[in-house]
């Protein structure tokens, strides 16, 4: 019994360690296997060829995964990983989808031909409903325009306006109205007063806020430029410390070692230039002289004087690698670091 339970540890154990193998060893490929890339394209001119050409592939761990792009004769995006395809644009079509469309378009093509064959007589019912529904809401419209016509030909009768009650007589009336416009003339007056001085007031009012808001805005203003100058001032003396020049140098370093990492391997382009003005033609060549001992040895341009016409022509090849260890490690060495940590606190305190 033991032993029999010794033999089942002994197994799990042997499946443990090699699960944990397999994920170290798909680690170490992830970090230390390069991606590697390849660029070329083409441009020629003349009756039947494309603007220009362009093939884009990378591969990693031995072409077991690779993507390409082509264009422009067959513009295809393609994702593989050994032999199977994740994706493909555009996608293939199946001999089934093609053979559905094909039954598709002739049963369509069919239908056409019956129909355009039919004569008149047949027509389905719908259309003779349709044709007697609106034989019928043209007699309800001339009935209906009929009832309108009788309708507005009746005469409106209006009642009279009784302006005065007949129990009141004629001079009491205007006595009373007399009193009520002397009374009326003086509360309008002093009402006209009092709201002449209302308006005085509120007009003081505005002018004595409007110079409040002038004050406040003026040491709003005021305000606000001196903690800018305090954020400069604070700002300054933060790329003057040490962590922050310690930080700089290191971030630099770091920096050119991923350049050189992403620096193509092998960088070769070919040119011929042919402007229509001969000046143009000059310009460009005498530029290409003065970048020549930087790009000299990877690029060569050639110019051309007898075209009447623009031309533009050149090949372009370009090929390197990218490892993912050099970019975690950069990321690595710049986050522990611990200058760059006291310059984060520092900038973090002037945040808040």
């Known amino acids: ?120 007589a047949e027509l389905p019912a719908e259309e003779k409903t349709g044709k007697s529904a609106e034989m019928l809401s043209e007699t309800e419209t001339e009935h209906r325009v009929e009832e309108i016509a009788g309708e507005s030909g009746k005469e409106a009768v ?8 007949e129990g009141t007589p004629f001079g009491e009336a205007a006595g009373d109205e007399g009193a009520t416009e002397e009374e009326g003339t003086a509360a309008s007056v002093f009402g006209r007063i009092g709201a002449f001085f209302g308006k005085c007031r509120q007009a003081v009012e505005k002018i004595k806020g409007f110079f409040q808001n002038i004050r406040y805005t003026i040491r709003k203003i005021c305000d ?71 790009i000299g040895r990877h690029v060569r341009l050639t110019g051309g004087f007898a075209c009447e016409r623009t031309k533009i022509e050149g090949r372009l090849y370009i090929r390197g690698k990218v490892r993912v260890f050099t970019l975690i490690r950069a990321a690595v060495c710049v986050y522990f670091d611990r200058d760059v940590r006291k310059l984060i606190r520092m900038l973090k305190k002037e945040a808040a």
């Open 1 to 120: 019994m033991l032993h029999m339970i010794l033999l089942i540890l002994k197994i799990i154990g042997i499946a443990l360690l090699a699960v944990l193998g397999l994920l170290v060893l798909a680690i170490v490929c992830v970090l230390f296997v390069p991606v590697r890339y390849r660029v070329r394209a083409v441009r020629q001119e003349g009756e039947g060829q494309p603007p220009a050409e362009a093939y884009v592939k990378v591969t990693w761990l031995l072409h077991l995964v690779n993507f390409s792009v082509r264009y422009p004769a067959a513009v295809i995006i393609r994702a593989r990983i050994l032999c199977f395809t994740l994706f493909r644009l555009p996608q293939r079509e199946k001999k089934s989808d093609k053979k559905r469309q094909k039954s598709r378009k002739r049963q369509k093509a069919e239908s056409r031909a019956g129909e355009d064959r039919r004569p008149d």
């Open 224 to 294: 606000k430029i001196k903690s800018v100058l305090d954020h400069i001032q604070y700002y300054r003396e933060v790329m003057e410390s040490e962590p922050f020049q310690a930080s700089l140098g290191l971030c630099r370093r770091q920096l050119s070692r991923v350049v050189r990492m992403l620096k193509p391997d092998r960088f070769e382009a070919e040119a011929l230039v042919d402007m229509a003005d001969p000046a143009v033609t000059g310009e460009i060549l005498a530029v290409y002289g003065m970048l020549y001992p930087l």
């Open 158 to 165: 209006y009642e009279p306006y009784q302006a005065f009650d």
